[in-house]
DNA sequence: TTGTAAGCGTTATCAC
DNA sequence: GTGATAACGCTTACAA
């Protein structure tokens, strides 16, 4: 291996001559700079990370930490995310905390070993108390979904707002019994309760009354789970001419669910979901749906972060997400 | 930040007893260990990587390039390397290449930088004549796609097999008219042309021809793309009655397309992809495709790589994931 | 503008 | 079994 002696010896000057060029640090002459660089490139040296972060205690490295990559929201949250950070000069690596709270606290430890500069941490449900969060020996923005309260800066998804539109536009399309595909928690303040309160406020704002028999609980925000609650739902007799489902993913599947059942989308049924992943638009039908602005929250998450770790005594700050409505074939 | 003099300190032993208790080392008396360990509990000490890397040479860490994580098939892909590389006590970081070949070499280049103890790279368009690919530093396996030659080794799609399965599937049920949607380069050895040999292959053994009508190119392996594919594919007027698409990806697209013309699938036209991305199960109608064994792939190349990195100089082999055909609602 | 010296936290070596 | 010492390759602080 050959490292910066070498290189110094090369070019005839000292070591840190060599590290003043290759930072672009001030006071190089250009005949020392030129010299250095052609030995550099002979040699086809490259700094040793390992090496510069042991000494300068920055890694350059931020880590981000999802349930599960293979999610069409988080890969395309995680691709944002990597664009961002490069603009910063930051790599990304991704932690996958299963959506248990224990991996999620993993993800935390186990990057404190890895040394990240910082964490953006997608959490599901991680319990706000756990201790551990608070030293976790580097700065963490929360991004999406849970409330941590004042502690962390957090950017949100507008879980209530954007849930609220949809439930309205279904109710505007003409609907009147709607139900809602989601989360069985509704203890807490998370995801999950957040849209619940959205559906509700949207309800209650046009006289509609919340029917216990319209309320379709599911496990995990899985596909699968989806496509049960759609098997359900056209099984209830209930007179449903309308459903909010509590993401796109979701929707997926409560959409094969109804298929499944002979229940046409959107003649019998109309459907919205919630994130607009890139399938949405290719579904058939195709999937109204709430869409955040996920290149906004990642960029935000990404400033939020690197700010702190520049500065880490900063007041921490809630940022919630800009959405649009995007209707489509589901809701016509 | 503690260190392990602290512990050392604390413990009341040197700093090399608490290497080795760390490190699982024998000769190690209980009571000692004990101490030891007692001590790491109460200051709440963590190795620093860095230094452990900068002193062994080992990070711990290896490289994942995908041309974008934000595509099904590479969540999916990403997942399985994850998981594979956890069981052997490896952490896996996520490159993005953007497809295109300069990124691909970034990856390589960069990781360089980043310290990878290898690579895993899921190449598309790299030029395999590259010789900055020889001396990368460290060991590469290449995942899914191109082929390299004896170089390196690589765990390979059953491109051409899977893609003869998928036609000759269509034929038994009654197709005549065959299309194939795939990207347009169909000079060099890649997926492109391995897959254009097994559809011609298939075509061939049954006594149909090929017919260049037939032949469907398209820019990217996107759901658009495809979507446009199968406007086209409508449009044409030949008497189509079978699309094999080059990616499930893809496949969404075509069918959505087709959709888009009123064409039903499989009633006019049948449809059958390829990878068998978790997406395929819930499409409507739900996709039929070739389903290469996903977690067979990932755990080969993570053992190839971690064979080669513990021994430098083997012999590189190819090796070609199985397959299964999946029959599903667009075939039926 | 350039060079010297010290040390970041760990592990390999070899002595005890 | 346990400990002292010397690296690993780089950057910070300061001297020339």
């Known amino acids: 291996m050959v490292t910066m002696s070498d290189v110094a010896k090369l070019s005839g000057v000292s070591k840190m001559t060599v590290s003043n060029v290759i930072n672009g640090r001030a006071g190089v002459s250009e005949p020392v700079r030129r010299r250095v660089m052609e030995a550099i490139r002979q040699s086809g040296y490259r700094v040793n990370v390992s090496a510069r972060t042991l000494r300068s205690g920055r890694t350059g490295v931020i880590g981000l930490a999802v349930p599960e990559i293979d999610r069409p929201y988080f890969g395309q949250l995680a691709a944002h995310v990597i664009a961002q950070a490069a603009q910063h000069g930051f790599h990304v690596s991704i932690e996958q905390t299963g959506a248990a709270a ?10 404190h070993t890895l040394h990240f500069d910082g964490l953006i941490l997608s959490a599901v449900e991680l319990d706000r108390a756990d201790p551990r969060l608070a030293d976790a020996g580097y700065p963490i923005v929360m991004l999406g979904e849970q409330d941590f309260g004042a502690k962390f800066d957090h950017v949100a998804m507008p879980n209530e707002e954007g849930t609220k539109a949809a439930t309205a536009h279904l109710i505007d399309r003409g609907c009147r019994r709607i139900a809602l595909v989601t989360g069985s928690g509704l203890d807490g303040v998370n995801v999950v309760t957040r ?14 009354s919340a029917d216990p028999a319209l309320f379709f609980a599911i496990d995990g925000m899985t596909m699968d789970s989806g496509r049960d609650a759609g098997r359900r739902l056209a099984d209830s007799g209930g007179g449903i001419d309308g ?43 195709s999937l109204s749906t709430v869409a955040p602005d996920h290149r906004w929250m990642a960029a935000k998450a990404v400033e939020l972060l690197i700010n702190r770790i520049h500065a880490p005594l900063r007041q921490a700050g ?15």
């Open 195 to 208: 849209r619940y309160r959205g559906y509700l406020a949207a309800l209650a704002e046009h006289g509609l």
């Open 243 to 285: 459903v909010v489902a509590v993401t796109d993913t979701v929707a997926q599947g409560v959409l094969r669910g109804l298929a499944d059942r002979g229940v046409r989308v959107p003649d019998d049924v109309r459907l919205i979901g919630f994130d607009d992943i890139p399938e949405s638009e290719f579904m058939v039908p």
């Open 102 to 111: 224990a991996g999620e606290m993993d993800a935390i430890a186990h990057s």
């Open 318 to 332: 809630e940022h919630i997400a800009p959405f649009t409505l995007v209707i489509r074939e589901s809701t016509r």
